[in-house]
């Protein structure tokens, strides 16, 4: 039986800044001019933008809320907040609410979401898709391009280990080149952003230790189940070649949440501090879970030089951050390269789907009303069947894994853990109310 879902109604938008017929030359030109407050040498360095110093200490039990009820919403309050300020100062390229979204019967309850206009009015692809690693080229569009009005706010760390948001603070005054969170103009879903570290380094799209240490701080601070961060590598379908971490809020488990796993490796130490590394069982596509650590560090280290060596060796991948920066699902995937060799199937090509973080996970983007009607878990697998690596080419991922973050393989146990969503219900509880109620599920 398929379950529906909703979200709450904006009146449709038009970005001010990022028309789609505005080229890469004409973006370049404005950034020079210099009458657009933009995100640029130009202009940043001199600018005064909203400031949230959260804390950094890095020895906080690593779950929903940390216990303190009081700080659940300062964060997520903040974004949400400024993120509907945008919808109607009409920033956005169309009306996320006229998107229509259910769950699909089945084992693993994907979620489906008819955006029949994105893939034309969202920005296309200007880099080489069959390579991971590529330098960064302010010709084509990147975020220092982008209006200071679709900045939400700027995301750095705290003078003193408390977490403060100041409305109003010079930008010089702490870094020249900050980490913002901005809108994305093309969303998903409920207060879709980009979290962008050190926006005027303007760092390629490749995961380096202190980028990835950063999202998972924003997804420990935001403390809401319902919040994940996202990762697209280019290869990957990354649209921009410029570092950057997706997030938005989904109401519901995403199917590789849910999933089965096997652990395989780990850190060593004791074991109570250890990073765990398990496979992905019973999953369309083949992945690896790391959770643990004696503290946000050491998990963010370990994904983090696992990353750095696939893109080291040109393999694509995906990542998802979930369960308020606790578990890290890294997820190799094919799909692209098989597209470039004429591999995939003329019906999934049809689709125009494109499988990226979200779609991996289980959210599925689709973009024909035909292909939404007709849903199903068959349909969704048969997609993700294409991502997924071989046997042979998962196994030699876990082998540069654990070359690079220096692991440990465990012993073949057998254990199979069976996994539920990991969302108590005192989280979700409090995490609702963050949401429009309209945005929830309905079951």
Known sequence: MERTLTIKRVPTVVSNYQESNASSEDLKTRAQDCGRHCLGNCCLPVSTLPL?????????????????????????????????????????????ASCETKIISGEYGFVTQL???????????????????????????NFTKVGQEEVLFRFEPSQDGESHYFPSSPVHAENSSPSVVAINVSPIDYGHVLLIPHVSDCLPQEINH??????????????DPYFRVGYNSLGAFATINHLHFQAYYLAVCFPVEKSPTHRTMSSSGPYETRVIVSDLQNY??????????RNLRDLSDTVASSCIALQTKNIAFNLLISDCGRRVFLLPQCYAEKQARGEVEPELLETQVNPAVWEISGHMVLKRRKDFDEATEQS???????????????????AYVIEAANLLPEEDSGAVVEAECDVDSSCLDVASQHLPQDCLVLL
């Open 380 to 398: 969704a697998r048969r997609l993700l069947a294409e991502v997924s690596l071989s046997e042979e080419k998962f196994r030699r991922v876990k």
């Open 284 to 293: 369309p596509v083949r992945g690896l879970v790391f959770e643990g650590g």
């Open 52 to 96: 949230y110093a959260f804390g950094t200490a890095d020895s906080d039990n690593l779950g929903c809320f940390n216990g303190e009820r009081s700080l659940v919403s300062s964060l997520s309050n903040l974004l949400l907040g400024e993120w509907e300020d945008r919808m109607r100062r009409e920033l956005f390229r169309y009306d996320i």
């Open 210 to 223: 202190d980028g990835l240490l950063l999202a998972l701080r924003f997804a420990k601070e935001a403390s």
């Open 115 to 141: 955006n029949e206009g994105r893939h034309l009015k969202k920005r296309p692809t200007e880099f080489r898709v069959d390579k991971v690693l590529q330098p960064f080229d302010n010709n084509k569009f």
